[in-house]
């Protein structure tokens, strides 16, 4: 096992990172099948050098993975599918208005629901003038759960199907397969669990029909704020100069205090307590400290989270343990942790911007801290309690013994 070295990588690498559902997390995949990957994709020339698209800073463009813009914009691929409402919609009838599209796991509960909070808060921070010429499109990526009754559902769940301007499209498994290839948007499947990993590619298509710019969802957890501030700045910025209006929220700040790589001395982990009444990182200085970023919408951390429990009861005081908790409200927080059994101190983190600051590409994710405050291991995905118990016995034979 090895701990994470989570390096800067460029616009476009950052855009074809594959992030992965949490089904996927808990399943040893035997076959895989993978559909929608092939060699007919969209490829825009880019611009020399990686300018930042207008309305965003330089951090903004990096949290979001903003590819080079390009220099001659190329045709978007055609679709034609049904929406949420079991409506016929073709690329077509979208001409005249910025589309934001992104390809989605209508059974997904972590990143995904992450991506569908960012929307909202794009959708916030758009005039009404430019949101009447501005719609969200989501594909659906799970030909396992493929009819309208299933993208309505999630779309309910996660408070979009509010957005007027919202469409969450599906359609047959080939057409759904065709369209993702098309894309250039790798899926692949499983078919034992009828669960999907799938691509993290955003593309903002301008009224008509170009792909105009290229970001994506999952090489940085997206901040809320930031996120949603940048993707209405991409979108906004694709239409007319006429029909522009002033994009609301904020973008990430230039320079982020303490950096959260291995060696690192980050600034304390801070949010309102939802365990105890710890509400940083700060009152662990001294001792080894083991953070555990989860979300209860992720199906690995239920896994985790018993996991950090059985390790922080075995360990004692000798090392603490500090759970955040990304985005969930404070009673679907306590319920989760509840229900988990946990009992040692947890934050939350409601906008993910502590996530964000640590770059955290999934959950769970541990970051574990020297006495001293400095970032000694960073681990996205599961962290048994055999493996961390070895982790920390390496770094200090001098612990109590752990499970």
């Known amino acids: 096992m090895t701990a994470e070295k989570d390096g800067r990588r460029s616009a476009w690498e950052r855009g074809w990172v594959l992030w992965t559902s949490s089904a996927v997390l808990l399943t040893v995949v035997v076959l895989l099948v993978v559909v929608g990957v092939g060699l007919a994709r969209p490829v825009m020339p880019a611009r020399p050098g990686d300018a930042v698209p207008a309305g965003l800073n330089r951090a903004t463009a990096d949290l979001l993975g903003v590819s080079p813009t390009p220099t001659d914009p190329v045709a978007a691929p055609r679709y034609r599918l049904t929406d949420q409402h079991g409506h016929v919609v073709d690329a077509a009838s979208l001409r005249g208005r910025v589309v934001v599209l992104t390809f989605n796991d209508d059974r997904c509960l972590d990143q995904c629901a992450m991506l569908a909070s960012d929307i909202v808060a794009a959708d916030h921070d758009l005039t009404a003038a430019a949101r009447a010429h501005i719609v969200f499109v989501s594909i659906n990526a799970n030909p396992y759960y493929a009819k309208p009754v299933d993208v309505k559902t999630w779309s309910d769940r996660h408070g979009l199907d509010a957005l007027p301007n919202w469409i969450f499209l599906t359609g047959t498994p080939a057409r759904l397969a065709a369209t993702a290839r098309a894309y250039g948007v790798p899926i692949q499947l499983d078919p034992k669990t009828r669960s999907v990993s799938h691509g993290s590619q955003i593309f903002i298509i301008d009224g008509r029909g170009r792909i105009v710019e290229q970001a994506a969802f999952g090489a940085e957890s997206a901040d ?15 239409l007319p100069a006429r029909r522009r209006g002033h994009v609301g929220g904020t973008g990430l700040s230039t320079v982020v205090p303490g950096g959260t790589d291995l060696g690192d001395t980050p600034d304390p982990v801070t949010g309102p307590a939802l365990i105890g009444t710890t509400t940083s990182s700060a009152v662990t200085r001294g001792r080894y400290t083991v953070i555990d970023f989860w979300s209860s919408t992720c199906t690995a951390c239920g896994i985790q989270l018993p996991d950090d429990q059985a390790e922080a009861r075995a360990l004692g005081n000798s090392v603490a343990f500090l759970g955040v908790d990304v985005g969930d409200d404070p009673a679907t927080g306590r319920a989760a942790v509840t229900r988990s059994h946990v009992t040692f101190a947890t934050l939350r983190d409601p906008g993910g911007a502590e996530a964000a600051r640590f770059r955290v590409s999934e959950l769970p994710y541990t970051v574990i801290l020297s006495p001293t405050g400095t970032v000694l291991v960073r681990h996205p ?13 390496s770094m200090d034979g001098s612990l109590r013994p752990g499970n």
């Open 224 to 238: 809320t704020v930031p996120f949603g501030h940048g993707l209405a700045a991409l979108a906004n910025d694709a």
């Open 381 to 393: 995905g599961l962290f048994t309690t055999e493996e961390l118990d070895y982790v920390l016995h």
